[in-house]
T-cell receptor, first 114, second 113 residues
Framework: EPEVTQTPSHQVTQMGQEVILRCVPI?????FYWYRQILGQKVEFLVS????????KSEIFDDQFSVERPDGSNFTLKIRSTKLEDSAMYFC????????????FGQGTRLTVV | AQTVTQSQPEMSVQEAETVTLSCTYD???????LFWYKQPPSRQMILVIR??????QNATENRFSVNFQKAAKSFSLKISDSQLGDTAMYFC??????????FGKGTRLSVIA
């Protein structure tokens, strides 16, 4: 069964460093998302991506964040200068064209900023 | 804007018993999906069950079923014959139109032996 895969599963980084979280969406999906979940809190929407551009973003998604689809398969989230409060679980999701439709989630990347 | 509300931050149930988790939502969309996701301690997000708004019949998946009340904008999850492995956070979620998936704050369910 097709699935969304995320790498790495856990990343530890020093405050101020740049991190790139990687996702491989399901191959025929056209909408891509990043969500964040700080420990013990709700799952928060960060950004959606369609047709090679950001279609929607939340207030959390400030200038420190960027997304990219560098090739036909990967979808990345970059945090330029990490802060302690960026420590969270980051989930990538994708879905097919056609609204509405189910979003499939990756297993998440646990980011720890120290 | 769509909102999803889970009014029960924590619940507990005895093993083998039945428990119902509540969820209400608000939307102006006429066509949408509703979901329940399970998040065990591993923090992976696992889809439990989904409901398409245009379907009147309530979705069921083995021990999991929903009570979808479209007019009331209510979407509760019933877990029958609760098992220890059901212990997890449960998130209700909504997707409609081209909007991103919106989550409720979650309900922490503990199944007690």
């Amino acid at each position: 069964e097709p699935e969304v895969t995320q790498t790495p599963s856990h990343q530890v980084t020093q405050m101020g460093q740049e991190v790139i979280l990687r996702c491989v969406p399901i191959s025929n999906h056209l909408y891509f998302y990043w969500y964040r979940q700080i420990l013990g809190q709700k799952v928060e929407f960060l950004v959606s991506f369609y047709n090679n551009e950001i279609s929607e973003k939340s207030e959390i998604f400030d200038d420190q964040f960027s997304v990219e689809r560098p090739d036909g398969s990967n979808f990345t989230l970059k945090i330029r200068s990490t802060k302690l409060e960026d420590s969270a679980m980051y989930f990538c999701a994708s879905r097919e064209l056609g609204t509405p439709n189910e979003a499939f989630f990756g297993q998440g990347t646990r980011l720890t900023v120290v | 804007a769509q909102t999803v509300t889970q009014s029960q931050p924590e619940m507990s149930v005895q093993e083998a018993e039945t428990v119902t988790l509540s969820c209400t939502y608000d939307t102006s969309e006429s066509n949408y999906y509703l979901f329940w996701y399970k998040q065990p301690p591993s923090r992976q997000m696992i889809l439990v069950i989904r409901q398409e708004a245009y379907k009147q019949q309530n979705a069921t998946e083995n021990r999991f079923s929903v009570n979808f009340q479209k007019a009331a904008k209510s979407f509760s999850l019933k877990i029958s014959d609760s098992q220890l492995g059901d212990t997890a956070m449960y998130f209700c979620a909504f997707i409609g139109g081209n909007t991103p998936l919106v989550f409720g704050k979650g309900t922490r369910l503990s199944v007690i032996a």
